[in-house]
């Protein structure tokens, strides 16, 4: 049987610790058998003996019509900031723990597969963020991400100071150990560790939520996605990064400002059509387990 649509498929894979990943051959095999070619990530090609054209992640969307990652969710985000500015989509398989991100089972691989190939498949728009890192007037560093931009202390640094502000208007001056932007995809991640609330994916939002404030009515709260945020370290407190989606980052000092805006970049991901977002939720933080 050949394929409806799409002729390239490029396969990111999580390092394994036995060295092998059965799934992958077996997805090999798949799209050799309906003619789809495939290219392979570096680590990919370590897990398996079928020799492909390989290419590293940065390269690879722009050279395949779907990314398949398999992995978790850490895995995915790696490859996300190189997708932005590609409309190629990508199809996350869960080999980790939780997999919000990587919604797909290994179980659902192949039906969402054929569903794709022949058009039928659920592709959802996610928004990106954009991080620029300002210095005496200088762009020092540019970054864009999925789920967030966090300011964080280094294990021995004091409280930070920072400011923040909202579409150019103060919202406050606080002190904390950090400070999470998230978009509602990255919701459910950090921000949801630090007590900031779920947001659906195609909500125009973002989170602010605060790690630790000193004044403990400095809540989460959420603004309009069009606003940019503006965040300056106002004071010498040691060591602090900025970082984003926990894959790449930069120290601050102080009197570096951080503008954090809605992207014009958007991640497309491959969704079962079997699960809505609310079933997610439920699925993965087994909210209803204990009612029968």
Request: proline letters at 6%.
């Amino acid at each position: 049987m050949s394929a409806k649509r799409h002729t390239s498929v490029g396969i990111v894979a999580k390092p394994q610790p036995e060295g092998s990943l059965p799934l992958l051959d077996e997805l090999i095999a798949w799209l050799t058998e309906r003619e789809v070619s495939f290219i392979l990530d570096p680590e990919a090609a370590r897990l398996t003996e079928i020799s492909g054209k390989v290419l590293d992640r940065m390269s690879l969307p722009s050279a395949a019509d779907l990314v398949v990652v398999l992995g978790g969710d850490g895995t995915l985000l790696s490859v996300a900031r190189h997708c932005g500015s590609s409309p190629v989509p990508i199809l996350g398989v869960n080999l980790g723990h939780l997999g919000f991100l990587t919604e797909i089972s290994t179980g659902e691989i192949f039906p969402v597969l054929e569903k794709y190939l022949d058009g039928s498949a659920s592709i959802e728009s996610r928004m990106m963020l954009e991080a620029t890192l300002v210095r005496h007037d200088s762009v020092v560093a540019r970054f864009k991400c999925l789920n967030d931009v966090v300011f964080n202390k280094a294990a021995l640094a004091r409280m930070i100071e920072i400011r923040v502000e909202v579409g150019g208007v103060l919202l406050t001056k606080m002190r904390a150990d950090g400070l999470i932007v998230s978009t509602p995809t990255g919701s459910t991640a950090y921000n949801l560790s630090a007590g900031g609330p779920i947001l659906t994916p195609g909500m125009d939002g973002v989170i602010i939520t605060p790690l630790c404030p000193h004044t403990l009515t400095i809540r989460p709260l959420i603004v309009d996605g069009r606003a940019p945020i503006t965040i300056t370290l106002t004071k010498e407190s040691g060591e602090v990064f900025l970082t984003a989606d926990g894959q790449s980052g930069h120290p601050v000092e102080m009197g570096d400002r951080v503008r954090i805006e809605k992207s014009s970049d958007v991640v497309r991901l491959v969704t079962s059509r079997e699960r809505n977002y609310f079933a997610l939720l439920r699925e993965k933080l087994g909210w209803g387990t204990q009612y029968p």
